[in-house]
Nanobody, 123 residues
Framework: QVQLVESGGGLVQPGGSLRLSCAASGFTWNAYAIAWFRQVPGKELEGVSCISSRAGASYTADSVKGRFTISADNAKNTVYLQMNSLTPEDTAVYYC????????????????RGQGTQVTVSS
């Protein structure tokens, strides 16, 4: 059974940083690329960043490029999303997901999704 458990969300001031973690289990690690999505109430899911252990490659959406960095610890089956220079527009629920296969799709898509972690950027 695929499980994705996010942590690291919270309240941060504009300009601040947070690091989200996603602990994955229940599947062969490189069978799926891991992607972060985010969602603001009333809006569609937005793909943020994706990393493929199989390909050794990652993808980051233009809206966060240069501020967000995705990485993976293959030994721990954990993916991280380092978020810097946060703005109120980054406020959303962030979801850790598996892609539908071992590679990052463009556009990003997902098959399994975690419960999500709230990120609020406010002064």
């Amino acid at each position: 059974q695929v499980q994705l458990v996010e942590s690291g969300g919270g309240l941060v001031q504009p300009g601040g940083s947070l690091r989200l973690s996603c602990a994955a289990s229940g599947f062969t690690w490189n069978a799926y690329a891991i992607a972060w999505f985010r969602q603001v109430p009333g809006k569609e899911l937005e793909g943020v960043s994706c990393i493929s252990s199989r390909a050794g490659a990652s993808y980051t959406a233009d809206s966060v490029k240069g501020r967000f960095t995705i990485s993976a610890d293959n030994a721990k089956n954990t993916v991280y999303l380092q978020m810097n220079s946060l703005t109120p527009e980054d406020t959303a629920v962030y979801y850790c997901t598996t892609e539908k296969g071992p590679y990052c799709g463009v556009p990003m898509d997902y098959e399994y999704r975690g419960q999500g972690t709230q990120v609020t950027v406010s002064s």
